[in-house]
């Protein structure tokens, strides 16, 4: 099975040399597609440990070697030019957004906290080191410093560990941590949340959900989510807790910009995402919402109603059926964030990756708990005997 899974993934990896790919993911597949083919012959051999040298060898080829190149190299999607400029402009005026832009490619679409990516870059410069400041380093270390917490905070049950490395040095992951890399720190915080949540920690959580909140508004449904889960596993006391949180961290982390420029905030955060800014958004998928939006304004309006109506949908389910573990919450937000990102106006098929991490990797989790059972030990607890209890509590 593992061999069969590296060698669609090397498949996977191999078209994007062949097809009119932008350069950085051109080089991605041909340095990741060598390290997949690597990894199907060492899953393939008898060796115990063979499992183990695969899920390495995938690493080392589809994250580290093209990471590394791209890096040194400065190729990358445009995204990171974008972060890395956000940082600079906080550094400057303490806020992201250029006031009056005049090209798509001055517009900031992301909420102020993603500007703390591009802050390294803006502070080491094009020097010697420079290459150090590259902005998908840094959303690197954020994404995999959240799912070592995340794993930390659940115990024992946070087992899976060379499957996590697996799903990780997957395309699905793999690819946008070395190109772009921008959706990865929200990811691992909406894991890390998740994992807190399931682990009764509210304050936790919510100061988790307000970062991820405060880098995209697309985090912005993890809220209810979470919220319901700790409901239901901490009571609503808790729950209450984990929403002051997470709502007071995220405006204590957007406000100073909000206050500085509300109008580009609103202009390019916002409008220019949907559709609905001066500027084209390069994120033109052929997805529902998009097909939608291309018949003209009447299309853009039913996209928006079928939005809203696939967001009032998951909400009340939430209600009827709360989720009550955190394969349940992440199913749930994954589900919401899948039907988001087919019905907006505008998107692109990467950004679908995001559900697709979030339903894989708490079934890794939950398998990785189930491993870690001690052999016997539910026969043991089944089959304990039953002493009979007299008054006082004395067996």
């Known amino acids: 099975m ?115 990516f591009g802050l390294p870059h803006a502070v080491l410069g094009g020097g010697l080191l420079g290459w150090l400041g590259d902005a998908r380093l840094w959303c690197a270390a954020a994404f995999l410093g959240s799912l070592w917490g995340a794993r930390r905070v659940l115990g024992r049950s ?111 955060v916002f409008a220019f995402p949907t559709g609905r800014g001066p500027w084209a958004t390069p994120a033109a998928s052929p997805l529902p919402g998009r097909l939608l939006a291309d018949l003209g304004p009447g299309g853009w309006y039913v996209a928006m109603a079928l939005l809203l109506a696939g967001g009032a949908a998951v909400a009340l389910s939430l209600v009827v059926r709360p989720p009550r573990d955190l394969v349940a919450a992440a199913d749930r937000l994954a589900f919401g964030l899948c039907l988001a990102f087919l019905l907006a106006p505008a998107g692109r098929f990467g950004y679908l990756a995001l559900p697709v991490f979030l339903f894989a990797w708490a079934r890794l989790v939950r398998a990785g708990a189930r491993r870690s059972d001690p052999p016997g030990s539910l026969l043991v607890v089944a089959s304990r005997p039953k002493l009979p209890v007299a008054v006082g509590g004395a067996r």
């Open 158 to 268: 946070g087992g899976g560990g060379l499957a996590i490395g697996a799903l990780i040095a997957s395309p699905v992951v793999a690819l946008p941590l070395c190109v772009s890399g921008i959706d990865l720190p929200m990811t691992g915080l909406l894991c890390l949340a998740l994992a807190c949540a399931d682990r009764r920690r509210p304050v936790a959580a919510g100061l988790a959900l307000a970062v991820a909140c405060a880098l995209k508004w697309t985090a912005w449904p993890a809220v209810a989510v979470v919220v319901v889960l700790l409901g239901h596993r901490a009571g609503t006391r808790a729950a209450v807790r984990a929403a002051g949180a997470a709502v007071g961290g995220a405006a204590a982390l957007v406000l100073p910009s909000a206050l500085l420029s509300p109008g580009p905030l609103v202009q390019q």
């Open 2 to 116: 593992w061999c069969a899974g590296w060698l669609v993934a090397a498949v996977w990896a191999a078209v994007f040399p062949l097809i009119t790919a932008p350069r950085p993911h051109r080089l991605w597949g041909m340095c990741a597609c060598i390290g997949y083919l690597c990894a199907a012959v060492a899953a393939r051999s008898s060796h115990p440990r063979g499992r183990t040298v695969s899920v390495w060898l995938a690493l080392g080829g589809a994250v580290v070697v093209p990471l590394v190149l791209l890096v040194l190299t400065g190729q990358a999607q445009s995204e990171v030019g974008v972060i890395e400029r956000s940082g600079l402009l906080t550094l400057h005026q303490a806020t992201p957004y250029v006031a009056a832009p005049h090209t798509v490619a001055e517009v900031t679409p992301y909420l102020p906290g993603m500007a703390v």
